[in-house]
T-cell receptor, first 121, second 114 residues
Framework: GAVVSQHPSRVICKSGTSVKIECRSL??????MFWYRQFPKQSLMLMAT?????????EQGVEKDKFLINHASLTLSTLTVTSAHPEDSSFYIC?????????????????FGPGTRLTVT | DAKTTQPTSMDCAEGRAANLPCNHS???????VYWYRQIHSQGPQYIIH???NNETNEMASLIITEDRKSSTLILPHATLRDTAVYYC???????????????FGTGTLLAVQP
């Protein structure tokens, strides 16, 4: 159980275009999902917290208009990198925290997706 | 959340126990110690967590000092597939609207040698 998927696993896009990355919790509900970015040989950096049915909370220094997050259902959050540039090339990872609306299965644990490798040319 | 310090890298011989230390001297009473690992180009994988008592599961053991200022993750019989970056994270586990953010440090790169 507790599987998180990401799609696509790899994407190459041209500079100036937008790309959407999906994060799905496959066998549990997640009111909260998190988006991280990881550059080569560096640690994961938290970008934003995605809350189902409400606006995302962005970490300091992360442009909310560039990294659009939508958490429309309890099993899906999307990250759209708008007007991508080569410096946006990175490994994007999501995680999902188990917990439905009624909190009956509330868990503090986070489960991570396999990541999406974005390359902007 | 409190910060942690870990060695940058460690080597371990295959089949031997790998002991990964973590210092969290500013940990608060309500903060847990979590361990995750990240194999190259994959998402992090949860290993184990604890508050005060030592914990063991099918993957590893977690030894927390009595003053809770440091801990050690033990992989009892390391294999080549255990080569990864291991992250020690402390965070509060709380209910309600808290987001339970996980803040990753630099971690320890464990290289298991054949």
């Amino acid at each position: 159980g507790a599987v998180v998927s990401q799609h696509p696993s790899r994407v190459i896009c041209k500079s100036g275009t937008s790309v959407k990355i999906e994060c799905r919790s496959l066998d549990f509900q997640a009111t909260t999902m998190f988006w991280y970015r990881q550059f080569p040989k560096q640690s994961l950096m938290l970008m934003a917290t995605s809350n189902e049915g409400s606006k995302a909370t962005y970490e300091q220094g992360v442009e909310k208009d560039k990294f659009l997050i939508n958490h429309a259902s309890l099993t899906l959050s999307t990250l759209t990198v708008t007007s991508a540039h080569p410096e946006d090339s990175s490994f994007y990872i999501c995680s999902a925290r188990e917990g439905g609306r009624d909190r009956t299965h509330f868990s503090y644990e986070q489960y991570f997706g396999p990541g999406t490798r974005l390359t902007v040319t | 959340d409190a910060k942690t310090t870990q060695p940058t890298s460690m080597d371990c011989a295959e089949g031997r126990a790998a002991n990964l230390p973590c210092n969290h001297s500013t940990i608060s009473g309500n903060e847990y110690v979590y361990w995750y690992r990240q194999i190259h180009s994959q998402g992090p994988q949860y290993i184990i967590h604890g508050l005060k008592n030592n914990e063991t599961n099918e993957m590893a053991s977690l030894i927390i000092t009595e003053d809770r200022k440091s801990s050690t993750l033990i992989l009892p019989h390391a294999t080549l597939r255990d080569t990864a970056v291991y992250y020690c994270i402390v965070r509060v586990a709380r209910k309600g609207g808290a987001t339970n953010k996980l803040i990753f440090g630099t971690g320890t790169l464990l290289a298991v040698q054949p």
